[in-house]
């Protein structure tokens, strides 16, 4: 770990975990992540905002230490998730004077993960306002943008936003700044996709909010920081506004080539019409390139064999994420076949409570599809296009 300077006093302390392949045991991080800490030096004092996940604590302290910093008055902690919080012993044994400042709910989260006693944390309140002597500490509550202790700390002099994981990206890179940006904006999107998205009202909602603040510079706990704030705070609002893209996302499989077939008839038809569209084959599913594809795409039609009278498993899962993650879709169908048990709809179905959309009608064919079901294919295709705004002939 290097100590970088973002502005006089202002420093990232950024752990890059360069080798990192499955984050939680879920999800895939194909560029790796960091874990960022960030040091402000008041005149008065010195608050440390988050801290590394665990695994790197020891890259922390020797940070810490090579500045020549003897004393912390503070460490903020914006999040307990043990990625930003796990070193805090540490980091508190090494400095003992150090005072911890959470919320409510962040403190009681950290009592219970890292049996710290409650009373060695000092809680926060929103928008409290806290003096390092020439730069102050302005903390905002901004439950379930991701979980329901997540805040943000701003330095009042400095315009700079601390974001934890809000507008983070799962990305490990030697750039201190998003100077790459179609790479961070690809990072940002599937991250988006998989930890705030299930939230996406109260993001849009804290993005409104924060639209009263001054903010020069973010800093987020994962990827780098974001030196012009309007390129990931203008895809936010895009990612959690109400408009959709007029495109077709198509998590399949097949085991006898029927559901196959059908769904390749659909996708021909659908270019046809000027669709854009993704069939995702579930079988190996990239849960991160599913997830991000699903943040703006009006339609998804979920295309499944039976098995056992209900889903194929594989399809299940992509329904159980779909469903989870509660993407802004508007119109879905499901279509597939089946040997001897016409189940799979219904069950795939009640799968998908989550979704706030328009279904169309299902297409679910005995053994493989007949001149009929093609007909019944091409309906979906004019149901489709007439729902996105486009002629179906
Ligand atoms: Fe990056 Fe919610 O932890």
Redesign the pocket.
């Known amino acids: 770990m290097i100590v970088r300077e973002l502005k006089p006093n202002v420093y990232s302390l950024s752990a890059i975990d360069w080798d990192r392949k499955l984050f939680d045991e879920l999800v895939p991080l194909p560029e790796g992540t960091s874990y960022n800490a960030y040091l402000v030096k008041g005149s008065e004092k010195t608050a440390l905002i988050d801290t590394v996940h665990p695994s790197m604590t020891e890259d922390l302290l020797k940070a810490l230490k090579s500045m020549g910093l003897e004393r912390l008055d503070y460490i903020v902690s914006n999040?307990a998730?043990p990625?930003?919080a796990g070193s805090i012993p540490a980091v508190l044994a090494a400095y003992p004077q150090a005072k911890v400042l959470a919320n409510v709910k962040c403190r009681s989260l950290l009592t219970s993960s890292l049996n710290l006693p409650a009373d060695a944390i000092q809680l926060l309140q929103d928008e409290q306002v806290l003096s390092l002597g020439d730069k102050s500490l302005r903390f905002l509550w901004v439950p379930w943008v991701?979980?329901p202790d997540s805040t943000i700390t701003y330095i009042v002099e400095d315009h700079i936003m601390f974001s934890c994981?809000f507008l983070g990206a799962h990305l490990a890179t030697s750039d201190l700044y998003a100077s790459d940006e179609a790479r961070v904006e690809r990072a940002a999107r599937v991250y988006y996709a998989e930890i705030m998205m299930p939230y996406r009202p109260n993001v849009n909602k804290h993005l409104k909010r924060l639209e009263d603040l001054s903010i020069k510079m973010i800093a987020p706990?994962?990827g780098p920081v974001y030196a012009r704030p309007d390129f990931i705070l203008s895809l936010y609002r895009q990612w959690t506004g109400d408009e959709t893209r007029p495109e077709v996302i198509i998590p399949y499989l097949s085991m006898y080539e029927s559901t196959a077939k059908m769904v390749a008839y659909l996708v021909d038809r659908l270019m046809e019409k000027g669709m854009s569209v993704q069939p995702f084959n579930v079988a190996n599913l990239d849960s991160g390139r599913f997830s991000s594809a699903l943040v703006e795409a009006s339609t998804v039609v979920f295309a499944s064999p039976t098995v056992l009278n209900g889903p194929h498993p594989a399809m299940a899962y992509a329904a159980y994420l779909a469903n989870v993650l509660r993407p802004k879709t508007k119109y879905a169908a499901i279509i597939g076949s089946y040997g001897w048990g016409t189940g799979m709809p219904e069950s795939l179905a009640a799968m998908l409570t989550n979704l706030n959309v328009k279904w169309f009608e299902q297409i679910n064919v005995g053994g493989t599809a007949k001149a009929e079901d093609f007909v019944a294919l091409d309906r979906l295709v004019a149901d489709i296009c007439a729902a996105n705004g486009l002629l179906a002939n």
């Open positions: 999040h998730e990625d930003h991701h979980w994981d706990s994962h």
